[in-house]
């Protein structure tokens, strides 16, 4: 009897799953708007409630009158227990979140845990509370983009659907963090995406619309920067806003280089203390905030006086300085927090400090701090992030004031010109390189409607040993229609091989040599799936192969297949397609 029950419940629980997804097969549009006014609400409250955990977490821990020592032990402690947390129960949400985001929505097909978005929430609260000065913008995009695919995943949407929901939850999460609906769209567009003309503009402007909402409902409608009206005083003051850029760039530039060189010597220590890193970052903040207690948190509060120009040269002088060296202290050992809100903060010191060495030389000419201080944030921005576009409507939402427009512009454009010559690889895209994760480029990005690699690959039965001699592998080339082979070892594919080089290496001697000791260590020519077939014929031929692996984008010595160049060929109608 209780066999025949389970069997019963067993078949209606499949027959209804049977009918929910021929409804979302009918319904599919229909359903995919509601779920993006759903996770715009839901984002929206959820990032409000990480706003006054942190804000509420923070005053009791830095009450008024404090010991001095509080500024000393918290970040330490602070950033051990966050550490510890990380290490053990939520590996995933370590560092901005941006970077993650883009990597689960490019390599992992728009999948973030529930766990991350648990871990994300309470590690990035903890880090912030206890004053890491990193920024809560970009763990809200990973939390936001989390809860999206989650719901998108247990409704039983289709693969393309739940990554579609990434830019949809990240931008929710961007407008109501920092209280700028358009600047979110273009955020999640212009970075995540990297695309402006992505399909999923609509559902971005729908659930950050929803978010912002949400959050003025909550909240109420207080700007987070309360700023002066601008004035644009002399023309001649483009000439300064240019020099400002000049800065700008130059500084985006040094932050973004030491970050990820300190990065890097610490991803070099072994594995099992990946736990105690972060206490390096608490530690250096603690050191500087004991001495100078406005370095302490992301800073906004500071960010407003100099707007306001209520802050001495000589301190933002200090802070531009100190806060460069703890942001990229902080991030490089693994604290859980962005770099949106720091790179506001360097960009408001440094336009400050040009703003009142302009004044005290040509007080005539120029216009008040402040307003520097307001083209800095952007600049900076423009210049460590490389979203222009998103800076200069991020600031314009901050003032309503259209006249700051084109001195933003102005400032941006340089800074961003600097940054990209100096700079080669934007900030999250090294980010993620450094965690062996490799991002389509933005060119890759916006050909994603273009027939891809995944369309023409086929399964890699044919590959090298890379313990097989010169000799051996032109025996078994003798057998092959290819000429030229992927070589793998107990890591995965490590390189490709051509005939024409076997065979001159023969000729040279090198016969009884093993191809892993003929191979170049570096970089070896490969594709992704999500490539488009266009990209595998200039790299095919670029490096003269027929053959190419197919990497992932997670471990690049993952082989997923390979794609040769009679398949490429047959896709575009040249010769026969192949069965593979």
């Not at 947390?85 to 370590?94: H, I």
């Not at 004035?231 to 030491?258: M, N, R």
């Not at 010191?349 to 216009?367: E, Q, R, T």
């Not at 570096?522 to 095919?540: C, I, K, N, T």
Request: hydrophobic share 50%; aromatic share 8%.
């Amino acid at each position: 009897m209780t066999n025949a029950g389970e069997a019963a419940g067993i078949t209606g629980r499949e027959a209804s799953s049977q009918q929910w997804n021929a409804f979302l097969r009918e319904r599919d549009d229909q359903v995919f708007l509601l779920l993006t006014l759903f996770i715009g609400a839901l984002v929206g409250m959820v990032v409000v409630a990480f706003i006054l955990l942190t804000e509420r977490f923070g005053a009791r821990l830095y009450p008024a009158g404090g010991s001095p020592w509080r500024r000393l032990l918290v970040p330490v402690a602070g950033s051990a227990i966050m550490g510890y947390l990380l290490y053990r129960f939520f590996p995933d949400a370590r560092g901005s979140g941006v970077p993650q985001t883009k990597a689960a929505l490019y390599a992992r097909g728009g999948r973030i845990s529930l766990g991350t978005v648990i871990g994300k929430f309470f590690c990035t609260s903890t880090t912030l509370a206890s004053g890491i000065p990193l920024g809560r913008e970009g763990p809200a995009v990973q939390v936001g983009a989390g809860i999206a695919s989650v719901l998108g995943r247990k409704l039983g949407l289709r693969p393309e659907k739940v990554k579609a929901l990434v830019p949809v939850g990240a931008a929710a999460a961007i407008a109501a963090a920092f209280n700028t609906p358009l600047a979110a769209v273009l955020f999640a567009l212009e970075e995540v995406v990297g695309d402006l003309h992505a399909a999923v503009l609509g559902s971005v402007v729908l659930a950050s619309a929803t978010s912002w909402a949400m959050l003025r409902l909550l909240l109420g409608n207080d700007p987070l920067f309360q700023v002066p009206q601008y004035q644009l005083v002399h023309p001649g003051e483009f000439g300064i806003y240019a020099i400002l850029g000049v800065a700008g760039g130059f500084v985006s530039v040094a932050f973004t280089k030491l970050l990820l060189w300190m990065r890097a010597r610490f991803l070099r220590f072994p594995k099992k203390t990946v736990w105690f890193h972060p206490v390096a970052g608490g530690l250096t903040v603690g050191m500087m905030g004991w001495f100078v207690p406005q370095l302490l948190g992301v800073g906004y509060k500071h960010v407003g006086e100099v707007l306001n120009g209520g802050m001495a040269l000589r301190l933002m002088i200090i802070l531009l300085v100190l806060k460069l060296i703890a942001v990229a202290t902080s991030y490089a050992s693994g604290n859980a927090g962005g770099i949106f809100g720091p790179s506001l903060f360097l960009g408001a010191m440094l336009g400050g400090i040009v703003g009142n060495v302009a004044n005290h030389f040509l007080p005539s000419y120029v216009g008040t701090p402040g307003a520097y201080a307001l083209v800095g944030m952007g600049t900076a921005f423009a210049g460590i992030v490389r979203a222009p576009m998103t800076s200069v409507v991020m600031i314009f939402e901050i003032t309503r004031d259209y006249a700051v427009i084109v001195p933003l512009m102005i400032s941006n454009l340089v800074s961003f010109y600097i940054s990209a010559k100096l700079q080669h690889k934007p900030i999250y895209e090294e980010l993620a390189h450094q965690d062996g994760i490799h991002l389509p480029r933005a060119e890759a990005r916006q050909l994603e409607g273009q027939r891809q690699v995944a369309q023409a690959m086929r399964n890699a039965t044919e590959r090298l040993s890379a313990e097989m001699t010169v000799q051996g592998a032109l025996e078994k080339f003798s057998s092959s229609e290819f000429q030229s082979w992927p070589v793998c070892d107990e890591r995965g594919v490590i390189g490709v091989v051509r005939l024409q080089d076997l065979k001159s290496g023969n000729n040279d001697g090198l016969g009884t040599k093993r191809l892993s000791e003929i191979l170049d260590a570096g970089e070896f020519p490969h594709v992704h799936a999500d490539h488009s077939l266009h990209v595998a014929l200039d790299r095919m031929g670029a490096s003269q192969l027929d053959v190419l692996p197919v990497v992932s984008r997670v471990n690049v010595h993952h082989l997923e297949g390979v794609v040769t160049l009679q398949d490429l060929l047959a896709h575009y109608g040249v010769g026969p397609k192949e069965s593979r």
